[in-house]
């Protein structure tokens, strides 16, 4: 039977949820491919590459040509033989382990001037006597392409080049031996990226250096760079990159082998797998263990960025050129270490964008993948992510579906950003512990989907109760209430029942004397901030606002929503408008206005609660006697100089406030006396001199009613001395004069009767 009530309730809203759902898994098969799912994962990868910091890598230091080595040694380029200069102090002098320049030398260098020696020597002054012979002579002094050569012959140096297919590219200079061709691949296809043409160092130099690698990046479609290719194709050869090539060296490999998935890893057989070339990773030989290198599509690695880069990255060492060259640094700040040759300074534009920075530099994503490779610690894409994100989705879609109707919007609001709060977490530890960059935005998208869907049918379907709930009770009761009323609307309606509620009614003192005194808009503004902040108080307290007689305000307590503590809450209410006609004085008496008093009386007790009027005009409000009464405390406020006025019956069911008794009144129209009370504050915040007086008021009070009129008055003067603006002690002096020359008759019961309201 409930699964019946829930499923015509709810059955709808499954229903589109699971379309959700769908429509996510479509999403994540790529079958319904969408930019925004693509740009918001790319800022999720770009977030997480931004709150990760890495510590500084001894390992890599970056000799950089900034702007002070260049301001020392010249303008970039510089010749040669400062090169190989550079290139003899970081072996002979520093001893390091490995260099990798992310520079290309595809040029002859002519800066030595032998070339103005040499036409002289052709034409000029081909008539001086052995000046020719001079100049050959001196040729290989200055031949800076061949110091640079000797300088580079048996040292660990890796020469940069760059691979190109624009159209207008010309291949120059020499390529080092690739790591592998298609012969040794046993007919397999690699996805891999292929060039056409480049531009490589001089033949005399890449031969006698020790190796190389391509410098070419990757840039995504927004332009950042997030990986870098660490194998590319040239005709029927495989090259590495110069962050693979210097790593290599530096770990004492001398091959690359590739590592193939087999038909049992890809669920692929025989030709199949043969013709998707699924490679899956790169070898080095390297001691005592191997050294397995993930790759990603196209034969790249994701660049694990650990900071901002450049000099004050703090991830890697930078030294400027200059101090190498000059021997200005202590030997073990590089000795050992792989070295990077390359440029932060913003004239040779080497600085590229990132995730992390969009001026980073680029020696520095080499470093940042030969920091990969020593580590064995890559960022991978597996290959099972599209299964992990579909299971996901299953998981979420199907969760959130079910729940999402059937609770609250709280509970909603809650359930949703745990969903989201427990996928960020998963995806964090799988990112951060299991180093598996699995896509996020399609789940995130359709735990919000399922949320904004499901809050939307809600509001709609609210809506509907609560434009009922309007029509019924919205021009009497206040709105907050008929929200609330709007979740069980069957419950409520506008029929007349007898109820127990309490009523209050609010009177401003002396209203003639005001009106009199302000002009008729000054009067509009002052009448107007008082019932705002009447009407705002008694709100607030859960009550219902009945009507504005005049300068008067009347409202109740317990209906049409049932309040328990309605009596309680009415009472608080009293004193709150108290505490807000003394703040509304403070701005009155600067304006030069009258000062605002007010009078209040509030009556508990069964009253008629309903739709009540004439056929011309109706209203939800409350009659009966205790409505009437209630009226009548507040008109007799004034009479004992009090602010608030209570019958017993709310003095009653509101006991945790501290009562004066005023008296024991008969009011017109009742011949039953009642007695009346003035709540002061709530009982435990009483201080200790109002308790006493209290005491001494109520000791009083029943001298007076026992007609002991000098001990009354005794203590009543005390009292008067001590509160001389209290006029309930003037009040009862004044009465106790009265009857000592006008004794009451012999069966006085002590009550006051009033014959006017």
Not at 9 to 34: D, E, K, N, S
Not at 135 to 146: E, I
Not at 211 to 219: A, H, I, L, S, V
Request: hydrophobic letters at 40%; a negative charge.
């Amino acid at each position: 039977m409930n699964l019946r009530r829930h499923l015509s309730r709810y059955g709808t809203r499954w229903v589109l949820a699971l379309l959700f759902t769908l429509a996510a898994a479509l999403q994540i098969l790529h079958f319904l491919p969408t930019t925004l799912v693509d740009r918001i994962d790319v800022f999720i990868y770009d977030m997480r590459m931004r709150v990760q910091k890495g510590e500084l890598d001894p390992r890599i230091v970056i000799v950089d040509i900034d702007e002070k080595s260049i301001a020392e040694v010249g303008r970039w380029p510089w010749n040669r033989a400062t090169v190989a200069n550079l290139i003899d102090k970081l072996d002979e002098k520093y001893h390091v382990r490995t260099v990798g320049f992310d520079v290309i030398f595809s040029e002859p260098d002519t800066s030595s001037g032998y070339n103005t020696l040499e036409a002289l020597a052709n034409k000029e002054l081909k008539d001086v006597p052995g000046f020719g012979d001079r100049v050959r002579a001196l040729k290989p002094k200055f031949d800076y392409d061949k110091r640079m050569a000797a300088a580079l012959d048996g040292r660990p140096v890796m020469l940069g080049y760059f691979l190109s297919n624009e159209p207008t590219a010309i291949t120059k200079g020499l390529l080092p031996s690739p790591v592998f061709t298609v012969d040794q691949l046993g007919g397999r296809e690699i996805d891999a990226s292929v060039y056409k043409s480049y531009t490589g160092n001089l033949e005399e130099l890449q031969q006698a250096a020790k190796g190389g690698g391509f410098m070419n990046p990757t840039p995504d479609p927004d332009g950042a760079i997030r990986r870098l290719p660490l194998l590319a194709q040239v005709d029927d050869g495989f090259y590495e990159s110069l962050a693979l090539a210097t790593a290599r060296v530096g770990l004492g490999a001398s091959r690359v082998k590739p590592v193939f998935f087999t038909s049992e890893e890809t669920h692929l057989t025989g030709d199949t797998l043969r013709e998707y070339g699924a490679l899956k990773a790169i070898k080095l030989n390297t001691k005592p263990h191997t050294t397995t290198i993930p790759l990603e599509r196209n034969l790249t690695a994701l660049i694990n960025y650990r900071g901002p880069g450049g000099p004050r990255g703090g991830q890697y060492r930078y030294v400027s050129a200059v101090d190498v060259l000059k021997e200005r640094l202590p030997v073990d700040d590089l000795a050992d270490r792989i070295i990077l040759v390359g440029t932060t300074s913003a004239g040779l534009k080497d600085l590229r964008a990132a995730p992390v920075n969009i001026d980073y530099p680029g020696v520095e994503m080499h470093a940042n993948i030969i920091a990969s490779i020593l580590d064995g610690d890559f960022k991978q894409e597996p290959d099972f992510s599209v299964g992990l994100e579909l299971v996901e989705a299953g998981l979420v879609g199907v969760a959130l579906g079910v729940l999402l109707p059937v609770l609250s919007p709280l509970l909603s609001i809650l359930v949703s950003l745990a969903a989201m709060a427990g996928v960020i977490g998963l995806n964090l530890y799988m990112y951060q512990s299991l180093n598996w960059v699995v896509s996020i935005a399609a789940v995130l998208l359709l735990i919000g989907s399922l949320f904004v869907f499901n809050l939307a049918w809600g509001y709609l379907f609210e809506f509907r109760k609560s434009r009922a709930m309007v029509n019924l009770f919205g021009e009497y009761v206040a709105p907050e209430l008929v929200a609330e009323m709007a979740e069980n609307p069957e419950s409520y309606n506008m029929e007349g029942e007898s109820r127990e509620l309490t009523v209050l009614f609010c009177d401003v003192r002396g209203f003639t004397t005001i009106s009199e005194g302000l002009t008729p808009n000054a009067l509009r503004e002052y009448i107007n901030l008082y019932l705002t902040a009447m009407s705002e108080d008694i709100r607030g307290n859960r009550g219902t606002l009945d009507k504005y007689i005049g300068d008067a305000v009347m409202a109740f307590w317990g209906a049409p929503v049932a309040l328990p503590d309605h009596a309680s809450r009415a009472v608080s209410t009293a004193l709150q408008m108290q505490a807000s006609a003394k703040n509304l004085n403070e701005d009155f008496i600067a304006r030069g206005w009258p000062q605002l008093k007010i009078g209040i009386g509030l009556n508990t007790g069964e009253m008629r609660v309903g739709d009540m009027g004439s056929k011309i005009r109706r209203a939800y409000t409350v009659m009966g006697d205790a409505v009437n009464l209630s009226s009548r405390l507040e008109g007799i406020t004034k009479v004992y100089g009090v602010g608030i006025t209570v019958g017993e019956a709310t003095r009653l069911a509101a006991p945790q406030f501290a009562y004066r008794e005023l008296d024991r009144v008969r009011v017109k129209g009742k011949n039953e006396p009642v007695p009346i009370f003035e709540p002061l504050c709530l009982a435990s915040e009483l201080d200790e001199s109002t308790r006493t007086a209290l005491d001494k008021w109520h000791k009083a009070l029943e001298l007076v009613r026992a007609q002991q009129w000098d001990q009354a008055a005794q203590r009543l003067r005390e009292l008067h001395e001590l509160y001389p603006e209290a006029g309930l002690y003037k009040l009862y002096l004044e009465r106790i004069d009265h009857y000592r020359k006008d004794p009451p008759d012999a069966d006085w019961d002590g009550v006051t009767t009033f014959e006017t309201k």
